[in-house]
């Protein structure tokens, strides 16, 4: 593999973040080529967590904007400082020459950078983290269209603003609605996926080092083995290291059926998978996973 | 910056063709940024080029898991030739290095005749797989090349409809044709007075194959298939059946996007599959059904059948003169024509033969494509 590419995996390591040759491609190519990239995948697969260590890893500044139903202009590019502009009105309003005051009033010192804005106008690239982008109105995919392609914004009082420097841009989705073909057009793809029993092993040793291998060896059996059941939602790699978390606590050695009833709330978040494990005993799910 | 070859440049756009047809969503945005990661020299690393084009042309999940097969289908064979010119590379500079050292104490060094030749036969048969499975016998593939013909097939099929859409005519207006621009020039005394241009070929031939699906041509009506649904993306008015002791009209189900749907629809919708041989009876309730429809002088009919009649073989000889009667040019393709020592001897050939344009072999790769120059001859 590319020695960039190696080192790459090797700095994110550092940063307890364990890279697949594919991932690391594609990071490579989200620096190199300058377009977004799309990250799609199951809830907890450590999709914002790839963000947050790629700023960490370039030194720079991570700038999240989190989706939600109902996101708009004003709070994700820019909005006006109506208040500045009043009092800006109210101290020149003796002023005879009013075109004047109409472009003091609207110039970039009047306005409130948000997110979107605020990632491209920053003097060294950020990380831009879109979280979570299917939650939001389609009409907001609309918006991120010519950010994405062209790294500029267009306010229509001020014109098209361009990007100072270019961020590096991340979008994920959990694929809870269908995105676009134009927003998908414009990055770059990859689907994470759940880590193999021996990388997720390694996860957990990386971020709780004091764990004894063989309780991280039962935690991500276990886990593999729930996530082959038909679940409501399958837990993540985040579930896996908070249930190995707890059991660290409690100093506990071995997973029992006594030690899966009192913590599996840990792991599984609705009603009706964690009924479905506490009626079955521990041993069907550690059975040894090919 | 790495210059790439325009031999690559080619086969890279032959890729996101390739891709297309597998429902990949794909501009000139995407193939533009493939060749920002050739000219990269990342190409040379199989797997970063991989990678590279996986994240730049998927864009969804299902993309995403069919991706690295299609990836091997389509570079394998490209990037096994760059590890045999390279190690022929080397052995020849090894050679090089050793001859020199025996110039230097100056003695004349000679392979031995025979030697030579041994060397020449294991180096074409090392270096030549593909060659070799090109002309392989459809019935002779034995387990562990069957998915290595399947490969190349599926590639040179694809090359070949590639070759059919490039396919460019002298014409009023269009793209500046810059070679008979050139040529017009040379009786002007070398100005170039008048532009000559080039447009796509507008296709007017009709093509309609019959396809033999009994028994008796198992080994080849698989291959037959896959070439004719190629052949299908290039031939807008082609039509296609199926007959073993009845005749199926497949048409229809061509028209699916999917390679796999189509494979499984025929499979569904086609019940006579590896029965009798009636060509005969066959071809006449194709002259009644569907003769007045698909036969004028513009069609071009191809049988493809190795003619072991079971059926009357008055019956085949009157159909099949009546159907060269009413198309404009018959070939008759039998697998069987590859053998060596074969002659056209059966009842149902002898009766057929002076009724034919062409007849032809179609046993391995290398007879299908060049039934290519057939069609675009005609």
């Not at chain 1, 590319?2 to 620096?31: G, P, R, V």
């Not at chain 1, 918006?143 to 961020?167: C, N, R, V, W």
């Amino acid at each position: 593999m590319n020695k960039e590419i190696d080192a790459l995996i090797k700095d994110f390591y550092e940063h307890d973040y364990i890279l697949n040759e594919a991932l690391a491609t594609s990071i490579f190519l989200l620096k190199n080529l300058e377009k977004p990239l799309l990250l799609e995948g199951n809830p907890g697969v450590g999709k914002t967590m790839l963000a947050k260590t790629l700023a960490a890893h370039l030194g720079t500044n991570l700038i999240r904007l989190q989706c939600y139903e109902g996101l708009d202009v004003s709070t994700t590019i820019y909005e006006w400082n109506y208040q500045k502009q009043l009092l800006h009105i109210k101290l020149f309003e003796q002023e005879e020459d009013k075109m004047t005051l109409q472009n003091q009033i609207f110039g970039m010192d009047y306005v409130l950078q948000r997110p979107l804005l605020q990632s491209i106008s920053s003097e060294k690239p950020v990380v831009l983290l879109i979280d979570e982008i299917d939650r939001a109105d389609e009409e907001f995919e609309a918006y991120l269209l010519e950010l994405l392609s062209d790294f500029q914004i267009s306010i229509p009082e001020l014109g098209t603003i361009q990007a100072t420097s270019k961020p590096l841009v991340i979008l994920t989705s959990n694929r809870t609605r269908e995105l676009s073909d134009a927003l998908r057009r414009r990055c770059l793809y990859h689907w994470v996926d759940f880590p193999s029993k021996t990388k997720e092993i390694d996860i957990i040793a990386k971020k709780l080092p004091t764990i004894d291998e063989e309780l991280a060896t039962q935690v991500v059996t276990f886990i593999h083995n729930l996530r082959k059941s038909s679940l409501h939602k399958p837990p993540g790699i985040a579930e896996s290291l908070d249930w190995a978390k707890t059991l660290l606590l409690m100093n506990q050695k071995n997973i029992t059926d006594e030690i899966v009833q009192n913590t599996i709330g840990s792991v599984l978040k609705h009603k009706d998978d964690v009924e479905f494990v506490r009626s079955r005993s521990v041993r069907e799910f550690l059975v040894p996973i090919s | 910056m790495q210059a790439i070859t325009k031999t690559f440049k080619e086969r890279l756009i032959d890729f996101t063709m390739y891709c297309r047809e597998r429902q990949f969503v794909l501009g000139p945005q995407e193939t533009r940024d493939a060749f920002e990661v050739a000219e990269r020299g990342w190409v040379l690393d199989r797997k970063l080029f991989q990678y590279s084009l996986k994240a730049i042309y998927c864009k969804r999940k299902e993309h995403f898991d069919r991706f690295d097969e299609m990836f091997d289908r389509f570079w394998s064979r490209y990037y096994e030739e760059k590890l045999e010119q390279r190690k022929k590379q080397i052995k020849q500079l090894k050679k090089e290095k050793d001859t020199a050292t025996v110039i230097f104490l100056g003695t004349e060094f000679k392979l031995p005749k025979k030697e030579v030749k041994e060397q020449e036969a294991k180096e074409t048969v090392g270096a030549n797989e593909s060659i070799r499975l090109r002309f392989t016998d459809f019935s002779k593939v034995n387990v562990t090349d069957k998915e290595k013909l399947e490969e190349l097939a599926e590639e040179l099929f694809h090359q070949m409809s590639m070759r059919f859409k490039r396919r460019l005519e002298n014409a009023n207006q269009g793209s500046i044709d810059v070679r008979n621009t050139i040529r017009q020039g040379i009786s002007k005394g070398g100005m170039l007075l008048h532009l000559a241009y080039k447009r796509k070929r507008k296709e007017k031939r009709k093509v309609v194959f019959i396809l033999d699906v009994s028994g008796s041509m198992d080994t080849y009506s698989y291959y037959l298939l896959r070439y004719v649904m190629v052949l299908k993306k290039y031939f807008k008015s082609l039509e296609f059946f199926t007959f073993s002791t009845e005749l199926t009209h497949v048409t229809p189900m061509l028209r699916q996007n999917n390679e796999q749907e189509i494979l499984r629809q025929i499979g569904k919708n086609v019940h006579s599959w590896s029965s009798g041989t009636k060509i005969g009876a066959s071809l006449t309730e194709f002259l009644a059904v569907y003769g007045s429809k698909f036969l004028s002088q513009k069609h071009i009919v191809v049988i493809l059948s190795d003619g072991l009649e079971t059926g009357n073989v008055t019956i085949l000889k009157e159909a099949v003169r009546t159907i060269r009667r009413k198309c404009k040019t018959l070939i008759w393709l039998n697998p069987l024509k590859g053998m060596a020592g074969y002659q056209p001897i059966q009842k149902g050939m002898v009766n057929v033969m002076p009724h034919l344009d062409a007849f032809e072999s179609a046993h391995n790769l290398d007879s299908l494509l060049k039934l290519e120059k057939l069609l675009m001859d005609v």
